[in-house]
């Protein structure tokens, strides 16, 4: 057990659906943040979000749609996805506020299991 | 771009020490370095982290090089469930963005 929580842990949907990743964490953490994992690759940072306010988005195309209500639910709302998006999709979070200069460490990531997504 | 250098993969025997290396040449004063593993069918788990001192913990030791140019994570008695892929990252206060590099994939031989 992380603390970190992804549902589903798998989904296939096809090119025209959509559908909606889930993260919730329990930790009291500030941050949460999405990793994209294809097959051969490393981790790719997608989006972060503190306090509820998203501070990065990586050059994630459209059709990947975050949300975070509250600091300890995140989501990825996915439309009209190409096969080339299938990987496994991870949520993290940290107790940190990324970007506050003055701390001079910070705190570990926490990484739910993933959902592994698979688009037909 | 991961700013990390790290062997693609590793092998060692069952009960025995492993020393994972990494390269990190242009890290700059507030970068820590931290270090996490990804276990099959499961999302990266820290490991451990530091700045300039050597760092001990219940998984692991950290050691770091006097120039803060390299590190090595040792696990000091491997076991067939330390097998994974091993990530060493820099991470600073200032950068919103943690970025992952490749990796060790560690095999362990029984």
């Known amino acids: 057990e992380t603390g970190v929580t992804q549902t589903p842990r798998h989904l296939v949907m096809g090119m025209t659906n959509k559908k909606s990743l889930k993260c919730e964490q329990h930790?009291?953490?500030?941050?949460m943040y999405w990793y994209k994992q294809s097959a051969k690759k490393p981790l790719e940072l997608m989006f972060v979000?503190?306090?509820?306010?998203?501070?990065e988005n990586n050059s994630v195309p459209s059709r990947f749609s975050p949300e975070c209500p509250n600091s300890s639910h995140l989501f990825l709302h996915l439309h009209t996805l190409q096969p080339e998006d299938s990987a496994l999709y991870l949520c993290?979070?940290?107790?940190?506020?990324?970007?506050?200069?003055?701390?001079?460490?910070?705190?570990?990531?926490?990484f739910g299991n993933g959902t592994r997504l698979t688009v037909t | 771009d991961a700013k990390t250098t790290q062997p693609n993969s590793m092998e060692s025997n069952e009960e025995e020490p492993v020393h994972l290396p990494c390269n990190h040449s242009t890290i700059s004063g507030t970068d820590y370095i931290h270090w996490y593993r990804q276990l099959p069918s499961q999302g990266p788990e820290y490991v451990i982290h530091?700045?300039?001192s050597n760092v001990n913990n219940r998984m692991a030791s950290l050691a770091i090089a006097e120039d803060r140019k390299s590190s090595t994570l040792i696990l000091h008695r491997a076991t067939l469930r330390d097998a994974a892929v091993y990530y060493c990252?820099?991470?600073?206060?200032?950068?919103?963005?943690?970025?992952f590099g490749k990796g060790t994939r560690l095999h362990i031989l029984p």
């Open positions: 990252i820099l991470i600073s206060a200032r950068d919103d963005k943690i970025i």
């Open positions: 993290a979070s940290s107790q940190d506020f990324p970007g506050q200069g003055a701390l001079p460490n910070r705190s570990p990531l926490h």
């Open positions: 930790l009291g953490h500030n941050a």
């Open positions: 979000y503190n306090f509820k306010e998203q501070t």
């Open positions: 530091g700045l300039t």
